[in-house]
Nanobody
């Protein structure tokens, strides 16, 4: 069983930056593919970014490419989402997700591919 706890959300103005963190429990974090998703009010949960075991393979939603960066520190059991040039449309609850994978290059972009989820952290961007 893995527990994921997000932190780092908040209220910022457009153009600002935030860094979200997701701390994971468990000894096998380094074998987990990790991802970030977000859900705005009245909308479905959507993919934001994903990363493989080592951090060498990443992928992003088109809406955040060039502005957001996903990374991980396996020694700290933590995955990060650096968000720059934030826009009001980035306002959402951001969720961290993870699942054990047996292939080092694997990363997942669909919510159904993740078994473990955090409770979410609110990001609000004012115009």
């Amino acid at each position: 069983q893995v527990q994921l706890v997000e932190s780092g959300g908040g209220l910022v103005q457009a153009g600002a930056s935030l860094r979200l963190s997701c701390a994971a429990s468990g000894r096998t974090f380094s074998r987990y593919a990790m991802g970030w998703f977000r859900q705005a009010p009245g909308k479905e949960r959507e993919f934001v970014a994903a990363i493989n075991w080592s951090g060498g393979n990443t992928d992003y939603a088109d809406s955040v490419k060039g502005r957001f960066t996903i990374s991980r520190d396996n020694a700290k059991n933590t995955v990060y989402l650096q968000m720059n040039s934030l826009k009001p449309e980035d306002t959402a609850v951001y969720y961290c997700a993870g699942d054990l994978t047996y292939y080092s290059g694997s990363l997942y972009k669909r919510a159904s591919e993740y078994k473990y989820w955090g409770q979410g952290t609110q990001v609000t961007v004012s115009s």
